[in-house]
């Protein structure tokens, strides 16, 4: 479930990107039945050219139709700002969680030449995206309907810069998609260095960003937590980014000076937390584990008299 959406208004924004403006889209009225079950495309009442998909009811991408390079919300913005101290002039990434494709937009716009896999478990709402927001073509842009971990276990070692995790069912990211088995299958696909990052949505006292970042700070080097300063607070609900870098790279203590600037001049502020911040934080909570499966004792037969 992505951020609540930033005000233009509020964020100073100038004009739309010079030579950006495309014919008219062909957007639905409504409700359209997908796989899942429903999607919407709502124009904003003063610019119909700025829409926000909805999936099942729930906000889940935000596009300027003529401009990639705008992101709303707030959690995007993060993962932006995260992205961009990347040294690499071109990326391959993975993006788990396609939605309308906002950030993968974005990358392709920022760093031309980037190839990118989206995916999302339904086929038929990436068949209207591709359609309805003029997405990038392959090999700039591949959308790949299925299961997020059985997509990245069939993904070649070492063949990723970024992954980014941003799944969500209706509004809870399922829990085989936040342990150390499914962060171990990231490290694979990541190359030395790589970028993982995450959306996590919590609420107060922040439980679930707790875990999440024991698991990722056990996975990967680097790990970081960014939010606004009021989440960290317990003042409300939202979204957090969590990431961190697979073994191998090079340390990342100047970038993260340069990000820690970056974040406090966004037009809604965020905050930084890494290395002892970040351990206090995630506190003694233990990572987060697959849930075994159950295994039968010998008088488990099924047979309600065997008691």
Known sequence: MPDRPAARGRHGRGGRAAGAAQAAPDLPEGPVRIATGTAEVRRSPD????????VNGVPSSHLDLDDPT??????????????????????DAVHLGAAGCALPRWLDAVRPGSHQVAVDVDAVLLEHVRRWFALPRSPRLRL??????EVLAALPAASADVVVRDVFAPD??????????????????LRPGGLYL?????????????AEVATVRAALDDA???????????????????????????AAAEGRRGLA?????????????????LAA????????????????????DGDPDAA
């Open 198 to 210: 995450a959306n996590v949505a919590d609420r107060p006292p922040l439980a679930v960003a707790r």
């Open 172 to 189: 809870t990211t399922p829990a085989h998609l936040t342990t150390s088995e499914f962060l171990a299958e990231v490290v694979r696909v």
């Open 224 to 250: 970081l937590l960014v939010a606004e300063p009021g989440q960290l607070r317990g003042r409300r609900y939202g979204n957090l980014v969590v990431g961190g870098r697979a073994p191998g790279g090079p």
């Open 70 to 91: 705008w992101l709303e919300f707030e959690y995007m913005q993060h993962m932006a700002a995260i992205i961009a101290q990347t040294t690499d002039t071109t990326l």
């Open 261 to 277: 600037r970056r974040l406090r001049s966004l037009p809604v502020p965020a905050a930084l937390l890494e290395d002892d911040e």
């Open 144 to 149: 790949r309907p299925g299961e997020a971990r």
């Open 281 to 300: 934080f995630a506190g003694t909570v233990p990572p987060l584990r697959d849930v075994a499966p159950e295994v039968a004792g010998p008088d488990d």
């Open 47 to 54: 610019d119909p050219r700025s829409v926000t998909l909805y």
